[in-house]
Every structure is written in structure tokens, then in C-alpha cells.
T-cell receptor
Framework: GEDVEQSLFLSVREGDSSVINCTYT??????LYWYKQEPGAGLQLLTY?????DMKQDQRLTVLLNKKDKHLSLRIADTQTGDSAIYFC????????????FGAGTRLAVHP | NAGVTQTPKFRVLKTGQSMTLLCAQD?????MYWYRQDPGMGLRLIHY???????AKGEVPDGYNVSRLKKQNFLLGLESAAPSQTSVYFC???????????????FGPGTRLLVL
């Protein structure tokens, strides 16, 4: 079946790099996404990677995809207090209704 | 563009009461979705719509009904609210799959519902 798992909490010092990990079970996904949710707000798309890519870089964000291990990671370089939020990974599937399966979210806390 | 908007932002209901949550999008998206978010869980799909006049059940549809009379609006109804429906409800919309590479769902700000 389809399942996406993430660790629930990560704490980092300001200026360090953050790495948020995600594992998934269904290898038929087309895209994998990272969303950010700030307190009291909806989900905002951060970045995505096509399922046949290994890496994507977007400014401070680096997404790594290991298809063999079904592992996705999001690295945030030079983490700032404004990066404190919940980060969700999600996978999408072709056909149907743009189905998205979400992980439970990782709460990132950035401290001075 | 306002994107996806939701009304109301917060509501308190008593058990057995009914209410309707309104979602509106101005991006001319074909698809619309209702999710609920509970602590420690990812978003779970309640119902979705692939076009005006269509609706379909998602992962957790029981206790909810939906309608899509206009392309830009998607309504979520609770006929008889229960405490188990206390949650944060998110609406989302998207183009149809494959229309744009990497295109995904756009989310509203959420409605917090407390059922006593």
C-alpha cells in the first residue's frame, strides 16, 4: 500500500544545516514534494522532484532521492529562525485525481 | 489572485449541529479537495472533485458531504457534528494531472473546527 513516514521532530542551531528525512513504500509515484506549514497557515509548496531524478537544488534547498531505498531528504543550508515550521513530504501518482499521500510532518525548531 | 480561500477561519459547534465550510479558488483549477489534519498525522483526504458537478469519496468520507455547483467553489458539509470531527480542515485545488509538469495542489489557510 501507500505509506509515507517521517520523523516527527528536529531541532537545529541557527546557521547549521537541517536534514529532514522521509521514506515511502509505493515506487509508482510520479513526483515527490516538500511542503512547509507555518503556524496557523496552510501548506505551501517548497520544492518537488520528478521520480526519475536523483537530486534537485533550489537556492538553500537540496532534495535527494534514493529510489532504491525509497528515501527522500530535504536539506536546508544555513537554517534560519524563519525556517521553523512543519515540513511535509508527499508523493503523487499518475492518473485519477492528482492523488497526494502525505507524511505526518516533521516539526523543525531552530534555536539560537 | 487570492488563490484558495476558506470560510470561516474558526468555528465552535455543539454535538449534533450542522455547518458548511466554503472553499473558493480563482485559479480556474479543475480539481478541488477537502482534507482534515489531526495531530501527528498527515493530511487525510475527505472528498474531492474533478470538475463542476462531480464529487467523489476520499480516504475518510464518513460524516461529511460535499457539493461542487460552481467550478470555483467546493462546499464541505457536516450534517450532525461529532467530537471526532474536531480538526483543522484544508481545502486545495489543482489543475488536472499532467497539465503542467510538477504541478501540484494549492492549499487554503485552513478552518479550525471544535466540536463540543
Amino acid at each position: 500500500g501507500e505509506d509515507v513516514e517521517q520523523s516527527l521532530f528536529l531541532s537545529v542551531r541557527e546557521g547549521d544545516s537541517s536534514v529532514i528525512n522521509c521514506t515511502y513504500t509505493d515506487s509508482s509515484s510520479t513526483y515527490l514534494y516538500w511542503y512547509k506549514q507555518e503556524p496557523g497557515a496552510g501548506l505551501q509548496l517548497l520544492t518537488y522532484i520528478f521520480s526519475n531524478m536523483d537530486m534537485k537544488q533550489d537556492q538553500r534547498l537540496t532534495v535527494l532521492l534514493n529510489k532504491k531505498d525509497k528515501h527522500l531528504s530535504l536539506r536546508i543550508a544555513d537554517t534560519q529562525t524563519g525556517d521553523s515550521a512543519i515540513y511535509f513530504c508527499a508523493e503523487s501518482f499518475s492518473g485519477g485525481y492528482n492523488k497526494l499521500i502525505f507524511g505526518a510532518g516533521t516539526r523543525l525548531a531552530v534555536h539560537p | 489572485n487570492a488563490g484558495v480561500t476558506q470560510t470561516p477561519k474558526f468555528r465552535v459547534l455543539k454535538t449534533g449541529q450542522s455547518m458548511t465550510l466554503l472553499c473558493a479558488q480563482d485559479m480556474n483549477h479543475e480539481y478541488m479537495y477537502w482534507y482534515r489534519q489531526d495531530p501527528g498525522m498527515g493530511l487525510r483526504l475527505i472528498h474531492y472533485s474533478v470538475g463542476e458537478g462531480t464529487t467523489a469519496k476520499g480516504e475518510v468520507p464518513d460524516g461529511y458531504n460535499v457539493s461542487r455547483l460552481k467550478k470555483q467553489n467546493f462546499l464541505l458539509g457536516l450534517e450532525s457534528a461529532a467530537p471526532s470531527q474536531t480538526s483543522v480542515y484544508f481545502c486545495a485545488s489543482s489543475f488536472y494531472h499532467g497539465q503542467k509538469p510538477g504541478e501540484t495542489q494549492y492549499f487554503g489557510p485552513g478552518t479550525r473546527l471544535l466540536v463540543l
